[in-house]
């Protein structure tokens, strides 16, 4: 039988969880974070809800990486982000980082979703998208997936600007990609 389910990844604080859940019939979600301040409040949130929350930072592969801190609600697992000047609350100073645990993500997808399901995934990872979605793509594990809402980062970080267009592409062939801002 086929499951309606929803991955936050980058869930934050919660909001499109809360959308996700009150405008359908989603089945189950997930949120992964990695970010510890938040994840406390998210499971408080969600608490009663088919919601479950995963204190995880999504990658390449499992294992420990640091999460560079800023803004309660602004971390990564990348250097180099550019502050924009519109938007200081996303700022990272990299004075500040905690050691996260990461996940194999198209492992995880592999091991929690069926080609039966009917998947959507938000993608808000601070510029992490770049490797990971080229992950998804190489495993194969992209085609899980039935839409993917996706935030790119490329003018935050600009070592990632390269692969932008390329990436993009790439997902667009092989799922529904919606930009999400």
Known sequence: ?????YIDIGANAG????????SSTTDFCWGIEPNPRLCAVLRQRFAGQPV?????????SAGTMPLYLGDPVSSTLLEGKVTLENYPQFAITYDES?????????????DHVTNDDAVIVKM???GAEYQVLRHLLDSGAIELINELRCEFHAERFPASAGDHDRIVAEVGARTKLVIWR
């Open 1 to 5: 039988m086929s499951r309606s389910l």
């Open 98 to 110: 905690v050691a996260v645990q990461t996940l194999d993500t198209a492992q995880w997808l592999n």
């Open 124 to 126: 808000d990872i601070e």
């Open 52 to 60: 479950e929350i995963l204190e995880y930072a999504a990658w390449i």
């Open 15 to 22: 909001d499109t969880i809360a959308e996700q859940m009150a």
